[in-house]
């Protein structure tokens, strides 16, 4: 089963306004890192926050993560056209093992 | 720099026909192999991964088996494949489990 659930599955908001997306997770991980995929295309890594990280900025990006809730939200403001994609968590470190487990995505549509 | 090489870009084969996806990487060594595979509109269901040559994890009980004969080649396999193995495959190397995943184009299978 997927680790990492993303929330909403689908988003679509007007060019200029904040967009944001959740992800929830539920065993314990050593990372948390977000992903953009453009249709059709293999996945752009955008940020990692470490489980001891509460809040990373990358750009228009932000990021938290609490670990106690096991979620985390991706926050792009000023939205764009170009930021039109789909967006997935992936939990790095899980279980100790040498795996990234992605979530089922969230699907962000910028509408000009 | 680093780069990672996945082909083809698309494939259609025949039902109960052979597979061999190949994924190569450059500019790094011992690096972190996975296999994904990506419905349409869905998450990345993690396949196979891989820490070091001949050292394969395989996440999901299925009709595919992956081999790593050489530090930065990844291969995907069937003997015979069936109608549910279509999909986005995707190649994705790390430099460990604490790091970013680079992700090659994909190949996008279709089984008919």
């Known amino acids: 089963s997927q680790q990492g659930e993303e929330d909403p599955q689908a988003l679509s908001i007007q060019e200029g306004e904040n967009a944001t997306m959740n992800c929830s997770y539920k065993?314990?991980?050593?990372?948390l890192q977000w992903y953009r995929q453009n249709s059709g295309r293999g996945l752009v890594h955008l940020i990692l926050?470490?489980?001891?990280?509460r809040e990373k900025h990358s750009g228009r990006l932000r990021v938290t993560l609490d670990t106690s809730k096991k979620s985390s939200s991706l926050l792009i403001t000023a939205s764009r056209a170009a930021d039109t994609a789909s967006y997935f968590c992936?939990?790095?470190?899980?279980?100790?093992?040498?795996?990234?487990?992605f979530g089922q995505g969230t699907r962000l549509t910028i509408n000009p | 720099s680093q780069t990672i090489h996945q082909w083809p870009a698309t494939l259609v084969q025949p039902v109960g026909s052979p597979l061999s996806l190949e994924c190569t990487v450059e500019?790094?060594?011992?690096?972190?192999l996975y296999w994904y595979r990506q419905a349409a509109g869905r998450g990345l269901q993690l396949l196979f991964y891989?820490?070091?040559?001949?050292?394969i994890s395989s996440e999901v009980p299925q009709n595919l088996s992956a081999s790593r004969p050489q530090d930065r080649q990844f291969i995907l396999s069937s003997k015979k494949l069936l109608l549910s193995d279509s999909g986005f495959y995707l190649c994705?190397?790390?430099?460990?489990?604490?790091?970013?995943?680079?992700f090659g184009q994909g190949t996008r299978l279709t089984v008919v």
């Open positions: 994705a190397w790390s430099v460990q489990m604490n790091t970013e995943a680079f």
């Open positions: 065993t314990s991980i050593n990372n």
């Open positions: 926050i470490r489980s001891n990280e």
């Open positions: 992936a939990g790095g470190g899980f279980q100790g093992a040498q795996k990234l487990v």
């Open positions: 500019g790094t060594s011992n690096p972190n």
């Open positions: 891989s820490v070091g040559i001949g050292q």
